[in-house]
């Protein structure tokens, strides 16, 4: 499978001949609903390096007008790129969605985007109790802008797309078998 060709040019944070054998950076990406963090749990129980940039200190909120909530998180790219930088052999696992996410991709090995018919997201978004976002008017009203406007431009970044609405067993082993097939094509 390999590097997306948009990708290719800095693997990992490192140039490909000091990339460690087995070391590969993945991203998990969609909309609100799409199971990012539900299979960012799934793949830790299976013991897999995660980091959930929407948390933690890697993302920030900021004004946004023009938006429905009136805000948008997007990630402090500072702290992004020394948190993939800083990963040494294995595959790490990342998860989140934010308008400034290409400017990492430079250092992914492969971008994921989760996807579920829109029904099925705003049936998660409703019946999700560890996540506020989405529950009210507005926030629903932002999840319909960007399901139509944002999950385009996703689908043209992500090198590969896995329907999530189906058992998070079955995603989370998609998503490591995307994970193998970038470490073997970058080792081989």
Do not use: C
Request: charge should be neutral; aromatic fraction near 4%; proline fraction near 5%.
């Amino acid at each position: 499978m390999g590097a997306h060709p948009r990708h290719a040019a800095r693997r990992g944070g490192v140039t490909a001949p000091d990339r460690p054998a087995g070391r590969a950076v993945v991203l998990l990406t969609g909309m609100s609903g799409a199971g990012k963090t539900a299979a960012l749990r799934g793949l830790a129980a299976r013991g897999h390096a995660v980091a959930d940039l929407d948390y933690d200190g890697h993302s920030v909120l900021v004004r946004a007008p023009g938006q429905p909530v009136g805000w948008e998180q997007v990630w402090d790219l500072v702290r992004v790129r020394a948190r993939i930088d800083a990963h040494g052999a294995g595959v790490l696992f990342l998860a989140g969605t934010a308008p400034n996410q290409s400017e990492v991709y430079d250092r992914l090995d492969a971008v994921v985007l989760l996807t579920a018919p829109r029904e099925v997201l705003l049936a998660r978004v409703a019946a999700r109790t560890d996540n506020p976002y989405g529950k009210d008017a507005a926030g629903r009203a932002q999840i319909e802008h960007d399901i139509d406007a944002v999950e385009p431009l996703l689908r043209r970044g992500a090198t590969h797309v896995v329907s999530s609405d189906r058992p998070l067993a079955d995603v989370v082993t998609d998503v490591e078998r995307i994970a193998a097939g970038v470490v073997s094509a970058a080792d081989g």
